[in-house]
């Protein structure tokens, strides 16, 4: 079932055309993202943090599950609280604004069946509604103790030696990187945003993690959550970007096939 | 000595002023950004694909350790065996390159060495050099069989009733997701680089992971490697999108404090 919605060429079920873009614009945000980690009194107006985060939610994100949460941290007596918890940095205490990313391994579950109604809703062909029904629990139910991941492990491991097997994730530690990686993309879209917007960000993953999380207060604790990065966000300052980008020569990270 | 580098406010070191950017463009490229499944025959331009490594590789990373590898597959052979070894899936047999991004949780011990020969290079400040020369090693070192990262677990947990503590990576779990993260950040630059280019791509997580290593051959394996992602890209077709892009309610995903 699998193989059919992911390898059958469907007719055209629904057209968006590839618009064009300025490209130099974006090499520009690109170029110019740099982590800052002293900011300007100024504060960040509220749109353009509301936008960064509607530009996170746009991420591609693994089955369309959306495992992740975005905490904009505005009151005082917990914005104190999350520097402390930031190690009391620069780049936490003199920023505008606070934004926790949070990568979430449990909340699929309610996700796919959001999924699934609204596949349904719209008549989507069969094998996209038995990609959600059949593979998605098979993928991500790692069970009691992770006791149907160890099961899991053994078929993919026995199958694979004669077939082309997909492998991850089979553990709750595979949850763990699933649920970062789409987390990570949307960290990214909000700090180009920020960018483009003309304010400038800092991710942070020097911090307390349990003194992160309990910040947020007792309606967001959930199990299997995790904090991705602490994104700060503010104006730049003439002193924020404390020296040139460093990139080690390309040919170590770039190969050619 | 790690809190002086985070927490101190240096003076003006170097000066890179917050340029100006077209935000519309942004915004555009984020939202006709849509993972395509169906690609034209239209080969992309190889200048193309090499921007978008090149975007890649400005992405923020856990302390500039850049734990990541972009690796361009595009002999026919080896590409061939890669679009099997990601299930045969639409998104790779049409596309017309494909990028396999690999996190690494080795090549620190090499980046870390090139970032404390840089930064002495450049008279960085004394607390720059300590923070690479004392503080990475200790975050990132888990030793043999994950001993020190125990032993790191027993004092950050008891450390922590008391005191502010960074608590992560303290496993080899851990060092995976840590080096997923900023992969990820990166994959995401190559899929907006492309869009904005006036290319498309499909980030695939469906793919046999101990196959795709093989494919790269035996001179591009490395201990501690893993794939991240791999992205596919082309000129989208008319039937490339599925359909509309489905996001949950945003209340499930933002909240402010």
Request: positive net charge.
């Amino acid at each position: 079932m699998k193989d059919d919605i992911l390898t059958k060429i469907p007719d055209v079920l629904h057209e968006e055309p590839a618009i064009e873009i300025n490209e130099e614009e974006f090499d520009k945000t690109i170029r110019s993202r740099r982590s800052v980690r002293v900011y300007e009194k100024e504060k960040v107006p509220e749109k353009v943090i509301e936008k960064a985060i509607d530009h996170a939610l746009l991420a591609p994100n693994s089955s369309n599950l959306q495992p992740w949460r975005f905490v904009w941290v505005k009151s005082e007596p917990q914005k104190k609280q999350l520097i402390k918890a930031c190690l009391n940095q620069a780049a936490a205490r003199t920023a505008s604004d606070l934004i926790v990313v949070l990568a979430r391994t449990e909340n699929w579950r309610k996700t796919r069946e959001q999924m699934l109604n609204v596949l349904k809703e719209n008549n989507a062909p069969k094998g996209a509604l038995s990609y959600y029904e059949t593979i998605v629990p098979l993928a991500y139910n790692q069970g009691f103790l992770g006791v149907i991941g160890l099961i899991k492990r053994l078929v993919i491991f026995l199958r694979g030696f004669t077939k082309v097997t997909p492998r991850a994730p089979k553990s709750h530690a595979d949850m763990r990187v699933w649920a970062h990686k789409s987390a990570a993309l949307a960290c990214e879209n909000i700090m180009l945003s920020l960018r483009a917007q003309g304010y400038d960000s800092c991710p942070m993953e020097g911090f307390d993690e349990v003194r992160v999380l309990k910040c947020l207060g007792p309606n967001l604790q959930e199990k299997g959550q995790e904090v991705c990065m602490v994104i700060s966000a503010g104006k730049r300052a003439k002193n924020g970007v404390y020296g040139p980008q460093i990139r080690m020569p390309r040919e170590q990270f770039v190969s050619i096939l």
